[in-house]
């Protein structure tokens, strides 16, 4: 009842229609443009971009498709290709707008990780940075993953189970078809998992160097873009570009924390499907070019 009543309630609903007719717009816009490169060019494109490999999916002949049973079918029609595309769009958004939105606010409380970051990234003072350079930044990488464990950007995710389980340690039963909530947030918390010198309440990037260390260092309990199969299909290019941005802004601009009234982080109440801080209030000053 309540889809139903969610799925009337955006039928009628004006600004949702004419936001979706335009995203719908861009999309038809991306696919076509794929359709003009020249056959060669569109194979190795699939092999590097996650929309070019979805529209090369697409069915020769939808008809003769849809006629077909579900075992049977090939490809994707348009609709499923622009629904999937409409899921990266909406998936690759908010929860890497909330990483980034994090990092600022925990650096600007954490000057010292800032300064940290700094250092490692002064070598090449304001300019362009190679993937190779991006990839050297090890105490930038332990920041991320601290980021990533710290206030992941989805809070949890959930599994159908196909079959009836038992939990090993307490002997609960599980039944096929029962929903589970996998706590992600909650497991970088965890004290079972996390029982270094360094409280996992607090941020503290430097666990993360250690390599191989369990302690402090728990790589199954933190798994911001989630596990097995259905894991995020986004997470390198995720992981990438977050890196790149926080790199490009540190070798420009320092964040100072604008005070515990404005900057105390805290969850938002409803931050959609990504949890961003509620309260980030953070200064900006951007930093010397020593090259000039
Ligand atoms: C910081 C950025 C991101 C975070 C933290 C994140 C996190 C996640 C998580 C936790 C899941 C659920 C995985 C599971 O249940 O095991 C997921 C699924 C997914 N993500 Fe991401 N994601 C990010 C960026 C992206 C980007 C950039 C894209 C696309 C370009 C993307 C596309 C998807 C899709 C399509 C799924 C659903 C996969 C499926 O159900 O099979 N995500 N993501």
């Known amino acids: 009842m309540p889809t139903l009543i969610g799925r009337l309630y955006l039928l009628l ?18 696919i076509e443009q794929e359709f003009q490169e ?6 190795e494109r699939k092999k590097i971009s996650l929309i070019a490999s979805l529209i090369a999916s697409l069915q020769q002949d939808e008809k003769l498709e849809a006629s077909k049973t579900e075992e049977d079918k090939k490809g994707l029609s348009r609709a499923e290709v622009l629904d999937e595309m409409l899921a990266f769009l909406m998936a690759g958004y908010s929860t890497t707008t909330a990483a980034l939105t994090w990092f600022i606010h925990l650096v600007s409380v954490h000057p010292e990780v800032q300064n940290k970051i700094k250092k490692e990234l002064a070598q090449y003072n304001m300019q362009s940075l ?6 050297s930044f090890s105490y930038l990488d332990c920041v991320l993953r601290e980021v990533f464990r710290f206030v992941p950007p989805a809070f949890g995710t959930l599994r159908t189970l196909t079959v009836d389980d038992r939990l090993p340690s307490t002997g609960a ?9 996998i706590a992600i947030h909650n497991m970088g918390r965890d004290r079972r998992y996390w029982s270094g010198p360094v409280d996992p309440d607090q941020f ?13 260092n728990n790589k199954a309990a933190s798994i911001p873009f989630g596990g097995g199969h259905r894991q995020c299909i986004g997470q390198d290019l995720a992981r990438f570009e977050v890196k790149a941005i926080c790199a490009r802004l540190m070798q420009r601009v320092t964040f100072g924390d604008g005070g515990p009234e404005v ?18 209030g953070v200064t900006i000053t951007f930093d010397s070019d020593y090259s000039t």
């Open 13 to 30: 609903n004006l600004k949702y229609r004419r936001s979706r007719d335009l995203i719908n717009q861009h999309l038809h816009h991306m």
């Open 38 to 43: 020249a056959p060669m060019m569109r194979a």
């Open 130 to 135: 190679s993937v190779e350079q991006l990839d």
């Open 173 to 181: 039963e599980l039944r096929k078809g029962d929903l589970v909530f």
């Open 204 to 216: 503290y990037p430097e666990r993360f160097l250690v390599e191989g260390n369990d302690i402090n």
């Open 263 to 280: 900057n105390s982080g805290e969850y938002a109440g409803d931050g959609g499907d990504a949890t961003i801080p509620k309260r980030m």
